[in-house]
T-cell receptor
Framework: EAGVAQSPRYKIIEKRQSVAFWCNPI?????LYWYQQILGQGPKLLIQ????????DSQLPKDRFSAERLKGVDSTLKIQPAKLEDSAVYLC???????????????FGPGTRLTVT | KQEVTQIPAALSVPEGENLVLNCSFT??????LQWFRQDPGKGLTSLLL?????REQTSGRLNASLDKSSGRSTLYIAASQPGDSATYLC???????????FGTGTRLKVLA
């Protein structure tokens, strides 16, 4: 079974530029998560999708961050414009079902390391 | 607001030692607690998941315990090996919420 795919793996941009990250979850997984992990900290949930609907985006800085999952499969996270403090690893995860014990199993991708200069 | 703390932040041990990693949380109303492993430059790998009704879970050389009343979980690693070197994260899912709150992790180095 293929894992969660993310691209690019690394990105360096200047502040005020825009950037987009892509995630393809495990086939059949209904729930998709985007996390931000700043160096030395644990991951922080930015947004959670159930199919193509948003379940939780309470910690997403909506003035500069946006995310979509139009067909309920892959997802894109965008930052526009980027700030220095956005330097972090952006992790995508997916899980099989919204309810039941399997919901708790999150499968993570390798992440995208963003450096804003 | 749930807060998750992991102590120590870093740990270095010789190969073969048994070790304990600690995780504490402020709100005992949790749905479950999960331990993850993160290797440098990689995503997270789930190690053990403990439901709120359980006291412990075991997988191979790993054993995780949960004491909700005191807001604590421990991850016990038996007979540590250099391949165990990684960052270990605990995450707590609160009752009635959809998301995990992660600790800051313990960076473990096992010396050969």
């Amino acid at each position: 079974e293929a894992g969660v795919a993310q691209s690019p793996r690394y990105k360096i941009i200047e502040k005020r530029q825009s950037v987009a990250f892509w995630c393809n979850p495990i086939s059949g997984h209904a729930t998709l998560y985007w996390y931000q992990q700043i160096l030395g900290q644990g991951p922080k949930l930015l947004i959670q999708f159930q199919n193509n609907g948003v379940v939780d985006d309470s910690q997403l800085p909506k003035d500069r961050f946006s995310a979509e999952r139009l067909k309920g499969v892959d997802s894109t996270l965008k930052i526009q414009p980027a700030k220095l403090e956005d330097s972090a690893v952006y992790l995508c995860a997916s899980s099989p079902n919204f309810a039941g014990p399997l919901w708790n199993e999150q499968y993570f991708g390798p992440g995208t390391r963003l450096t804003v200069t | 607001k749930q807060e998750v703390t992991q102590i120590p932040a870093a740990l270095s041990v010789p190969e073969g030692e048994n070790l304990v990693l600690n995780c504490s949380f402020t709100d005992s109303a949790i749905y479950n607690l999960q331990w993850f492993r993160q290797d440098p430059g990689k995503g997270l790998t789930s190690l053990l998941l403990i439901q709120s009704s359980q006291r412990e879970q075991t997988s191979g050389r790993l054993n995780a315990s949960l004491d909700k009343s005191s807001g604590r979980s421990t991850l016990y690693i038996a007979a540590s090996q250099p391949g165990d070197s990684a960052t270990y994260l605990c995450a707590v899912k609160g009752s009635g919420t959809y998301k995990y709150i992660f600790g800051t992790g313990t960076r473990l180095k096992v010396l050969a």
